[in-house]
Antibody, heavy 124, light 108 residues
């Protein structure tokens, strides 16, 4: 069973870069069946998928955030990272990392393990 | 983009009741529809995948059905611990995954 441990600052200043790391245990991030996703949830609101990355570093970003997002992997540390640049108050949210199980060209894909979430507040 | 619309947005039911939540896609997504439960302050938890398959370890009172554009999530014999917000999520437009807006379920 995978466990995802998130780390990173809970407070970021406007215009700066949000950086979060997700350390995976209980399995390797080097997997043909798994991608690694970041999802965020503004306070009191719903879930938004920020993007996904696979073990080779291949990424997909939500078009609404694409210009500001960078995701990467460190296979030696079994970690996945998220960077979101030029943040504003609208980026205040709980950020989750999650494992995305992909079957059959990923049409069947679901987030089966989640980190605990990190509340990131954008404020000066 | 495919829009996912859940109904109702909120509901209240009593212990032992049967509860149904609907998720409608703006275009056909086959059976590529998942359901999650989120309790306050916690991460979402996968309950149902591919519209009707129960995730391992999830109680059998939870079930899902549907295909195409219309999907249903059902809890038979509602329990106090089922108080939560439920989300549907489509994976048809991989790798762009979208969630419904959520349905908040309260226990009377």
């Amino acid at each position: 069973q995978l466990q995802l441990q998130q780390s990173g600052p809970g407070l970021v200043k406007p215009s700066e870069t949000l950086s979060l790391t997700c350390t995976v245990s209980g399995g390797s991030i080097i997997s043909r069946s798994y991608y690694w996703g970041w999802i965020r949830q503004p306070p009191g609101k719903g879930l938004e998928c920020i993007g996904t990355v696979d073990y080779s570093g291949s990424t997909y970003y939500n078009p609404s955030l694409k210009s500001r997002v960078t995701m990467s992997v460190d296979t030696s540390k079994n970690q996945v990272s998220l960077k979101l640049s030029s943040v504003t108050a609208a980026d205040t949210a709980v950020y989750y990392c999650a494992s995305l199980f992909c079957g059959g060209a990923c049409y069947s894909a679901y987030f089966d393990y989640w980190g605990h979430g990190t509340l990131v507040t954008v404020s000066s | 983009d495919i829009q996912m619309t859940q109904s109702p947005s909120a509901l209240s039911a009593s212990v032992g009741d049967r509860v149904t939540i609907t998720c409608r896609a703006s275009q056909s997504i086959s059976n590529y529809l998942n359901w999650y439960q989120q309790k306050p302050g916690k991460a979402p938890e996968l309950l149902i995948y591919e519209a009707s398959r129960l995730q391992s370890g999830v109680p059998s009172r939870f079930s899902g059905s549907g295909s195409g554009t219309d999907f249903t999530f059902t809890i038979t014999s509602l329990q106090p611990e089922d108080s939560a917000t439920y989300y549907c999520q489509q994976s048809y437009t991989t790798p762009l995954y979208t969630f419904g807006q959520g349905t908040k379920l309260q226990i009377k």
